[in-house]
Nanobody, 114 residues
Framework: QVHLVESGGGWVQPGESLRLSCEVA????????MGWYRQRPGNQRELITQ???????TYVDSVKGRFTTSRDIAKNRLFLQMNSLKPDDTAVYYC????????WGQGTQVTVSA
C-alpha cells in the first residue's frame, strides 16, 4: 500500500517562498510519473506540475516560472519549490501519481496573504 505524506506548508506573505515535500512510501518514485495538485477554496483539485519518470517536467501556466518540482530518488521524496507566491496560490497542496492516483494524503495548507 502506498502512503503519501505532504509537508512544508504554512502562511507566507506575497512574494515569499515555500518548499513543499512529499514523502512516498510503498512504491519507487523513479518508476512513477508524479504530480503536485492543489485545491483552492471553492474549487476542484487541479494538477499543476508533472514530473515524469524520465525526469521531464511540465507546469500549468499559472505556476510556470515560479514553481519547480524535483525529486530525490534515494530518499523517495518529491519536492515543490514555490517562489513569488501570490494570494491566488492559497490552497491545500497534494502529491500523487499522475496516471492512476494512489490514495490521497492529507495535503499541506499554503496560505498567502499580507
Amino acid at each position: 500500500q502506498v502512503h503519501l505524506v505532504e509537508s512544508g506548508g504554512g502562511w507566507v506573505q506575497p512574494g515569499e517562498s515555500l518548499r513543499l515535500s512529499c514523502e512516498v512510501a510503498g512504491t519507487n518514485l523513479s518508476t512513477n510519473a508524479m504530480g503536485w495538485y492543489r485545491q483552492r477554496p471553492g474549487n476542484q483539485r487541479e494538477l499543476i506540475t508533472q514530473l515524469w519518470s524520465s525526469g521531464t517536467t511540465t507546469y500549468v501556466d499559472s505556476v510556470k516560472g515560479r514553481f519547480t518540482t524535483s525529486r530525490d530518488i534515494a530518499k523517495n521524496r518529491l519536492f515543490l519549490q514555490m517562489n513569488s507566491l501570490k494570494p491566488d496560490d492559497t490552497a491545500v497542496y497534494y502529491c500523487n501519481r499522475i496516471v492512476g492516483n494512489f490514495a490521497w494524503g492529507q495535503g499541506t495548507q499554503v496560505t498567502v496573504s499580507a
